[in-house]
């Protein structure tokens, strides 16, 4: 079983809101990742969790917010987004970081 | 750092022809190769990988890709293409640290009936 699920499916906040994503995976990977999809374009890093520490932020803005609970969940704290944020944004877990990635079926985010 | 060149954006081939879908990458480090595939409104769905061994990977719906350092390629193929193939297909790199995937920017594999 390689399934990586996210919640909500769809996501419409304001420039004001405070939102939240969630990833969850029971394989026991230890690498969680998330990626920024917009469209037409391929997925870009944004951040890596190894063994539920955060190990790389691509200089991402501050209005993204990732936690990492517990081995299994991936959480993405969202506040005071613009506009251009909007898009699909995916969760990944691996083995380890030096393994394949996993996607779940992502969330679509729109920014009004 | 590594990158990934998916030179063609779109490939439209005739159902039960078969199909090359080019990518080559370039680091100076050892690398992990990746295929991937999205359907339209879906995550990504890996399709191949190659992280050591032999140098032509399979998947089960009959795709393969070989791994050629030399040409720094990692080239897909399928002798028979079907309708349910139309995708977007994403070429994809990393090296062996707790760094992220790095994609090209993908080739949508256009199915002519």
């Known amino acids: 079983d390689t399934e990586v699920t996210q919640t909500p499916k769809h996501l419409v906040m304001g420039m004001t809101n405070k939102k939240s994503l969630k990833c969850e995976q029971h394989?026991?990977?230890?690498?969680m990742y998330w990626y920024k999809q917009k469209a037409k374009k391929p997925p870009e890093l944004m951040f890596v969790y190894s063994y539920e520490k955060l190990s790389i932020n691509e200089s991402v803005p501050s209005r993204f917010s990732p936690e990492c609970p517990n081995s299994s969940l991936l959480n993405l704290h969202l506040h005071a987004l613009q506009p251009e944020d909007s898009a699909l944004y995916l969760c990944?877990?691996?083995?380890?970081?030096?393994?394949?990635?996993?996607f779940g079926p992502g969330t679509r985010l729109t920014v009004t | 750092a590594q990158s990934v060149t998916q030179l063609d954006s779109q490939v439209p081939v005739f159902e039960e022809a078969p199909v090359e879908l080019r990518c080559n990458y370039s680091?100076?480090?050892?690398?992990?190769l990746f295929w991937y595939v999205q359907y339209p409104n879906q995550g990504l769905q890996l399709l191949l990988k190659y992280l050591s061994g032999s140098t032509l990977v399979e998947s089960i719906n009959g795709f393969e890709a070989e791994f050629n350092k030399s040409q720094t390629s990692f080239h897909l193929r399928k002798p028979s293409v079907h309708i349910s193939d139309t995708a977007e297909y994403f070429c994809a790199v990393k090296g062996g640290g707790a760094d992220g995937l790095t994609f090209g920017k993908g080739t949508h594999l256009i199915i002519q009936p």
């Open positions: 680091s100076s480090v050892s690398v992990y």
């Open positions: 990944a877990s691996g083995w380890t970081p030096s393994y394949e990635q996993y």
């Open positions: 394989m026991g990977h230890r690498a």
